[in-house]
């Protein structure tokens, strides 16, 4: 999905007006480049605020991941899964930019550099963990904090070294996996013994 930087957002229907960043593809220019530490630093704690929560996912055009493995992207020892949800940044002029949140496996991998116009709005924004920027990635939810309570995104060290082990499994029960959420709480399984099983992951299959 290709909209070139600081264009309108038009991905989907927003009763705000937005600008584009970072919304990447093949066969289509990007500028290279540094950008500052400071900048990565604070952009990084918006990566805890997910919007437009999608039940599928993007992969980075330019990389080979398997078809039902979650993009990541590792900073200062951090690992979040993206690719599924976008970002929402206010500058202080009222601007707001609707950023994939890719954004950070474009830097770190392929050297993508954001405009001059977002760097800045981001050095100069309120810092995103207070109530203030909460409340306002709320709104847009319309209330709804299932992604926002808990850090959602991020992967724990447990889950890490699951993955080392392997990727999720191509078949539940002889039925092939065609898609699985983010690893989260998806609720408890109580059985007829009383006995409990939480659920951490919900999959999509297909069976003969």
């Not at 952009?43 to 980075?60: A, D, E, I, T």
């Not at 979650?70 to 599924?84: A, D, E, F, L, S």
Request: contains cysteine; charged residues 30%; negative net charge.
């Amino acid at each position: 999905m290709y909209f070139k930087d600081l264009t309108p957002y038009k991905y989907f229907e927003s009763e705000i007006e937005m600008k584009n960043v970072a919304w990447l593809e093949k066969g289509h220019l990007f500028k290279t480049g540094e950008v500052p530490s400071e900048f990565k630093d604070k952009l990084w704690k918006y990566m805890r605020y997910p919007v437009r929560v999608c039940r599928g996912f993007q992969r980075c055009p330019f990389c080979s991941l398997g078809k039902n493995e979650i993009p990541t992207t590792t900073y200062n020892g951090q690992t979040r899964r993206v690719g599924y949800y976008e970002l929402r940044v206010w500058g202080n002029d009222d601007t707001v930019y609707a950023v994939t949140s890719l954004i950070f496996h474009y830097m770190e991998s392929h050297r993508y550099k954001p405009p001059k116009e977002f760097i800045e709005a981001v050095m100069n924004s309120d810092d995103p963990d207070n109530d203030d920027y909460y409340n306002r990635v709320l709104s847009l939810e319309k209330g709804y904090d299932f992604w926002l309570e808990t850090d959602r995104t991020m992967v724990d060290g447990s889950e890490a070294d699951k993955r080392s082990a392997g990727p999720f499994p191509d078949t539940l029960n002889s039925a092939k996996v065609l898609f699985y959420t983010p690893k989260g709480n998806y609720g408890d399984v109580i059985f007829n013994d009383g006995t409990k099983s939480h659920i951490s992951y919900m999959a999509i299959c297909r069976s003969d």
